[in-house]
């Protein structure tokens, strides 16, 4: 069974960083790709950003590219989510999902509905 599990989220002040880590299980991590999702309240669950385990290819979205990376974590199956400068605007639920690899447009590695499988999500709050 595949699992994923978030964690390092909670409440920072503005500019301040933050470093979320998805770590799974179940599956071969390597032919996977781990994506990072977030969820304010009354929108939608929008892409953060996404690795392409197979090949090393990220992704991450325009509104947060100068201030968020995505890697490999030390742990074999961990993908973090480095988090600097936060913004009020970053407050929200932030979910990882695995899907397997492939090879696609941009688009598709920001989109929730190509991913199957999804953690429980974790609380990530900005103060400003």
């Known amino acids: 069974e595949i699992q994923l599990v978030e964690s390092g989220g909670g409440l920072v002040q503005t500019g301040k960083s933050l470093r979320l880590s998805c770590a799974g299980s179940?599956?071969?991590?390597?032919?996977?790709?781990i994506g990072w999702f977030r969820q304010a309240p009354g929108k939608e669950r929008e892409g953060v950003s996404s690795?392409?385990?197979?090949?090393?290819?990220?992704y991450i979205e325009d509104s947060v590219k100068d201030r968020f990376t995505i890697s490999r974590g030390d742990a074999r199956n961990e993908v973090v989510l480095q988090m600097n400068n936060v913004r009020p605007e970053d407050t929200g639920v932030y979910y990882c999902?695995?899907?397997?690899?492939?090879?696609?447009?941009?688009?598709?590695?920001?989109?929730?509905?190509?991913?199957?499988?999804w953690g429980q999500g974790i609380q990530v709050t900005v103060a400003s």
């Open positions: 999902a695995a899907e397997a690899a492939r090879m696609d447009a941009i688009g598709w590695y920001f989109d929730p509905q190509n991913y199957d499988h």
């Open positions: 179940g599956f071969a991590f390597e032919d996977y790709v």
């Open positions: 690795i392409n385990n197979f090949d090393g290819t990220t």
